[in-house]
């Protein structure tokens, strides 16, 4: 039988991103009442979403029958207002997600290259295969550091976007100003360099935004998912001082991408800084705690440097690997990340979410479970 082909067989054949599972498939599997589940693999807010935005969706007309703005105005100019930029510097998109695959398809072209590291956000190297570009993957080094020599390297060779996350993801490895600005001072002037702050509150510093004042082939992107706590949402941005940068994005994007209530809710937690607070404190306390309780741990180790809200686990026990943890944490009402299923980061590793204390207990108290089973 004859079938409509696609463009390229990786779309067919290419990787598909593995999210964290839900707490339903956990409760439903192992009988687990789903308030006791600790869900520690997609990196949500422990506190829930911005009331802030709670409110502002409550209250507004949410006009189900009338289109949109096209450009997500009213969205763009409380971004633009918060962070002291034009709003035709703002492009906005139905997450973070949306904005990194207008950037791959924007700025670079089928055949040509795209900088990062190894490992990264999955989804920069998915989106790159799957489309025919061509991902230029730098290896982290020891305990992951970003190997900024090796990356600057790289940039000689003049790929058409050079992707950098900070703090990253799956290590939680921040990059700091000079070396943020190496990289800019390195790349070429027609290469487009990608700053993913995804997760910069969690850092607790400000971020690069600044640094778009001075180099007009930078973007930051950054999400409504994490700290605001809106992953339901589907909220996320790109900004640059360069409106020359953010035209084509906002050309090529999905007409009407982002409906009345992603704006308004999305309006509303840009400002939401207690809520954002509340969640980098909890955060904080989280990992002082659990960093304590695996210092003390023989067949797990917490990777230093990490200043995000997850961590990376390294298993040191060589009878384990990540899946065999990765399902006993599951029978015991714990879902993390294995890291077979990030490229780049393999079978030694987990990466898990810091949140509620009763929920990193949990996870501890698997992990020491795993610890004395195997030893019995
Ligand atoms: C580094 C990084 N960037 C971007 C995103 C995308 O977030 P969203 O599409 O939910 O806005 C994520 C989500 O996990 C991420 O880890």
């Given at each position: 039988?004859?079938?409509?082909?696609?463009?390229?067989?990786?779309?067919?054949?290419?990787?598909?991103?593995?999210?964290?599972?839900?707490?339903?498939?956990?409760?439903?599997?192992?009988?687990?009442?789903?308030?006791?589940?600790?869900?520690?693999?997609?990196?949500?807010?422990?506190?829930?979403?911005?009331?802030?935005?709670?409110?502002?969706?409550?209250?507004?007309?949410?006009?189900?029958?009338?289109?949109?703005?096209?450009?997500?105005?009213?969205?763009?100019?409380?971004?633009?207002?918060?962070?002291?930029?034009?709003?035709?510097?703002?492009v906005c998109g139905s997450g973070e997600t949306e904005v990194i695959s207008l950037v791959i398809r924007a700025f670079c072209?089928?055949?040509?290259?795209?900088?990062?590291?190894?490992?990264?956000?999955?989804?920069?190297?998915?989106f790159?295969?799957?489309e025919?570009?061509?991902?230029?993957?730098?290896?982290?080094?020891?305990?992951?550091?970003?190997?900024?020599?090796?990356?600057?390297?790289?940039?000689?060779?003049?790929?058409?976007i050079?992707?950098?996350?900070?703090?990253?993801?799956?290590?939680?490895?921040?990059?700091?100003?000079?070396?943020?600005?190496?990289?800019?001072?390195?790349?070429?002037?027609?290469?487009l360099?990608v700053?993913?702050?995804?997760?910069?509150?969690?850092?607790?510093?400000?971020?690069?935004?600044?640094?778009?004042?001075?180099?007009?082939?930078?973007i930051?992107l950054?999400?409504?998912?994490?700290?605001?706590?809106?992953?339901?949402?589907?909220?996320g941005f790109g900004?640059?001082?360069?409106?020359?940068l953010i035209r084509p994005l906002r050309n090529i994007k999905p007409?009407?991408n982002?409906?009345?209530?992603?704006?308004?809710?999305?309006?509303?937690?840009?400002?939401?800084?207690?809520?954002?607070?509340?969640?980098?404190?909890?955060?904080?306390?989280?990992?002082?705690?659990?960093?304590?309780?695996?210092?003390?741990?023989?067949?797990?180790?917490?990777?230093?440097?990490?200043?995000?809200?997850?961590?990376?686990?390294?298993?040191?026990?060589?009878?384990?690997?990540?899946?065999?943890?990765?399902?006993?944490?599951?029978?015991?009402?714990?879902?993390?990340?294995?890291?077979?299923?990030?490229?780049?980061?393999?079978?030694?590793?987990?990466?898990?979410?810091?949140?509620?204390?009763?929920?990193?207990?949990?996870?501890?108290?698997?992990?020491?479970?795993?610890?004395?089973?195997?030893?019995?």
């Open positions: 039988m004859t079938v409509p082909q696609v463009s390229s067989r990786a779309l067919v054949e290419g990787p598909v991103y593995v999210p964290g599972l839900p707490r339903e498939y956990v409760a439903a599997k192992y009988g687990i009442p789903l308030d006791d589940i600790a869900k520690l693999g997609s990196a949500e807010n422990p506190h829930g979403p911005s009331p802030k935005a709670v409110e502002a969706l409550a209250k507004m007309d949410p006009k189900l029958d009338i289109y949109p703005d096209w450009t997500a105005r009213p969205l763009r100019e409380a971004i633009a207002k918060r962070y002291g930029f034009d709003p035709d510097c703002v072209g089928v055949g040509e290259s795209i900088l990062m590291h190894d490992p990264c956000f999955p989804i920069y190297r998915i790159s295969t799957v025919g570009r061509v991902p230029m993957l730098v290896r982290m080094g020891e305990d992951f550091d970003p190997v900024v020599d090796a990356y600057v390297a790289r940039l000689a060779e003049k790929p058409r050079a992707f950098i996350t900070s703090p990253h993801n799956p290590t939680g490895r921040l990059l700091d100003e000079t070396e943020v600005r190496r990289i800019c001072d390195a790349a070429d002037r027609e290469t360099v700053l993913d702050e995804a997760y910069i509150h969690y850092s607790e510093t400000d971020g690069m935004m600044h640094l778009l004042r001075e180099y007009d082939n930078l930051v950054r999400t409504f998912s994490k700290a605001y706590g809106l992953a339901g949402l589907r909220v900004i640059a001082a360069n409106p020359d007409t009407w982002m409906g009345h209530l992603q704006m308004a809710g999305g309006a509303a937690a840009v400002f939401d800084d207690e809520h954002v607070n509340r969640a980098v404190a909890t955060v904080v306390a989280s990992k002082a705690m659990v960093e304590a309780a695996m210092a003390k741990m023989n067949a797990f180790r917490m990777v230093p440097g990490c200043r995000s809200n997850f961590f990376l686990t390294e298993i040191l026990d060589p009878d384990l690997d990540s899946t065999a943890v990765f399902n006993g944490l599951l029978e015991r009402g714990v879902i993390v990340k294995d890291g077979t299923d990030i490229e780049g980061l393999g079978p030694r590793y987990l990466r898990v979410d810091l949140n509620l204390q009763k929920h990193m207990e949990r996870f501890l108290g698997a992990l020491r479970d795993i610890e004395m089973s195997k030893v019995a």
